[in-house]
C-alpha cells in the first residue's frame, strides 16, 4: 500500500462533499483530487454560479453550513433580499458571504482565467489543501425531461423542488466538452478513484459524459471504488431515488452499482442493505457494507477509511504487473 498514491474523488455537492471531508481527513495532506461536476452550473444576476464546486470548497474549508450541507455557516441574505426589492429572481437562495465567491469568480472568469484556475485561486485563499477541480472548463448544461417539458436543471431543483416526474435528462455539450489538463493529469497518475455518493445521473452521470474524461477513468489496472448513495430504498436527500425509479433503475445500492458498472470495481454501500451482498455475488461485483451515513467528521473520515481499505484490498488481490 502507497498511502501517499493520489487519490481522485468524483463528486457532486452534498453527499460528495461529505466524502471528500472524509477522504481528506484521512489521507496525507494533497493526496486527494476532487473532480466535480458542474453541470448544475448557472448564471444569476450576471454571476457565474457553480454550486457542486461552491459545496464542496466550503465543506473542505470547514464553512459549510452543517444542517444544509450547501451554503456558508451562519450566512445572511441581505443582498439576495435587495436584490428581489429591485425585481431580481430569489428562486434560488446565495448568501452574503457566498455571494463574494460568485462576484471573485465571474471577475476571474470575465479576466480571462479557466474555471479551473478561478476554482484553485478560491480554494486556495480558503486554505483548502485538498485539490478541487471543476469537471471541464467547458459548458456543460443538464437539462431534465419532465412532463411539464425540457428544463433547465435549477429550475426543475431548485425553483420546482424536484416535484416533475423525470422521463429523460441529457447533458447539453457534453459530446464536445473538452477534458481539462488538470483533470487529465489527476486521472491518468490517479491510484485510486473513488465516486462518492453523489447522484448517479444528474451529479456523477454529467461526469461520465465528457468523452475525454470517460476514457481515462477505464482505468481497471487501479481500484475504482464506488459508495451508495441509495440507503434502504430511498436517498438521504434529493431527488436520486424518484429520478432512478422513473428513469427504470432500480432503487437500491445495486441499482448505483449498475449504473456505475463499467467504471468499479468494488463498491460500498450501508450496513442495512447488506440483504444485497449475495445479489451482488451473483453479478460479480465485488461490495462490502459499512455505517454509511455521515453525520460529522468522525463519520465522514470512518467511512473514507473504510472505501480506502476495500481499494487496497482489492488491489493486492489483483495479479502483479
Ligand atoms: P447535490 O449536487 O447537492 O444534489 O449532491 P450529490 O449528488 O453529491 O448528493 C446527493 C446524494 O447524496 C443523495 O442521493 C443522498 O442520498 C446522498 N447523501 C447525502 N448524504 C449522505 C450520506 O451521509 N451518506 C451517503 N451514503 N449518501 C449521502
Ligand atoms: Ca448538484
Known amino acids: 500500500m502507497n498511502p501517499s498514491a493520489p487519490v481522485v474523488a468524483l463528486a457532486g455537492g452534498v453527499g460528495g462533499a461529505k466524502l471528500a471531508v472524509g477522504l481528506a481527513e484521512a489521507l496525507p495532506p494533497g493526496a486527494l483530487t476532487v473532480i466535480v461536476n458542474t453541470a448544475d452550473d448557472l448564471t444569476l444576476h450576471g454571476l457565474h454560479i457553480s454550486p457542486d464546486l461552491d459545496t464542496v470548497m466550503y465543506n473542505l474549508a470547514g464553512l459549510s453550513d452543517p444542517a444544509q450541507g450547501w ?122 478513484i473513488v465516486y462518492c455518493p453523489s447522484n448517479p445521473i444528474v451529479s456523477l452521470g454529467p461526469i461520465l459524459a465528457i468523452g475525454e474524461i470517460e476514457e481515462r477513468l477505464r482505468r481497471p489496472e487501479i481500484p475504482r471504488i464506488g459508495v451508495s448513495p441509495i440507503i434502504g430504498g430511498s436517498a438521504l436527500r434529493g431527488p436520486a431515488a424518484d429520478m432512478m425509479k422513473s428513469l427504470g433503475h432500480e432503487v437500491s445500492a445495486l441499482g448505483v452499482a449498475e449504473i456505475l458498472r463499467d467504471y468499479i470495481d468494488g463498491f460500498v454501500f450501508d450496513d442495512e442493505d447488506a440483504p444485497l451482498l449475495p445479489a451482488f455475488g451473483e453479478r460479480g461485483i465485488a461490495a462490502r457494507t459499512a455505517p454509511s451515513v455521515m453525520t460529522d467528521t468522525p463519520s465522514k473520515k470512518r467511512l473514507a477509511i473504510e472505501v480506502l481499505g476495500f481499494a487496497e484490498e482489492i488491489r493486492n488481490q489483483a495479479p502483479a504487473g
Request: proline share 5%.
Open 71 to 192: 451554503g456558508i455557516k451562519g450566512d445572511t441574505t441581505g443582498a439576495l433580499d435587495l436584490l428581489g426589492r429591485y425585481g431580481g429572481p430569489t428562486w434560488f437562495r446565495l448568501g452574503d458571504k457566498d455571494m463574494a465567491t460568485h462576484i471573485r469568480r465571474t471577475q476571474r472568469l470575465s479576466e480571462g482565467a479557466r474555471l479551473t484556475e478561478a476554482t484553485a485561486e478560491l480554494c486556495g485563499a480558503l486554505g483548502v489543501r485538498s485539490r478541487v477541480l471543476p469537471m471541464t472548463d467547458s459548458p456543460v448544461a443538464t437539462r431534465v425531461q419532465t412532463p411539464e417539458g425540457e428544463l433547465e436543471f435549477q429550475d426543475y431543483f431548485v425553483a420546482r423542488g424536484t416535484r416533475p416526474r423525470v422521463t429523460g435528462v441529457r447533458f447539453q455539450g457534453a459530446e464536445t466538452a473538452k477534458a481539462t489538463p488538470e483533470a487529465a493529469e489527476a486521472i491518468d497518475s490517479a491510484g485510486t
